[in-house]
């Protein structure tokens, strides 16, 4: 007998074991670090975040910035070797390297940059 059968016999989980993605659900339960309960961050999965990735960033003037031309290159401040940064909505959350998606650009996160959710 499979867990679904047992935890679907049993009274105090028909409900939750008859439901569609309820281990799902489980598994979005964010626990509170004082031990209250949690509750499901469900409703925070559709809501729309900018992802960037930026491969480095240079400072001038408006002098420098007038004087570009096509063919310019311009030299910025992360080296060849260096992780890209990936930033969520203006803050720095991955750092990844760069890599070929057929014929687009992509990103391979290698760390992700996190802080405790809960301070």
């Given at each position: 007998m499979n867990d679904m059968t047992q935890n679907?016999?049993?009274?105090?989980n028909s409900m939750s074991a008859?439901?569609?993605?309820?281990?799902?659900?489980a598994a979005?339960?964010?626990?509170?670090?004082?031990?209250r309960p949690g509750r499901s961050i469900d409703f925070l999965m559709d809501i729309?975040?900018?992802?960037?990735?930026e491969i480095g960033r240079r400072s001038m003037?408006?002098?420098?910035l007038i004087e570009l031309t096509p063919g310019t290159v311009v030299e910025l401040d992360h080296g060849s070797e260096e992780n890209l940064d990936i930033v969520v909505n203006g803050?720095?959350?991955a750092r990844g390297e760069a890599v070929m998606v057929g014929e687009r650009y992509g990103v391979r996160v290698m760390e992700i940059i996190g802080e405790d959710p809960f301070k």
């Open positions: 679907s016999q049993s009274p105090g008859s439901m569609p993605g309820a281990e799902q659900v979005n339960k964010v626990a509170h670090p004082d031990g729309p975040l900018e992802l960037t990735v003037t408006m002098g420098e803050k720095l959350v």
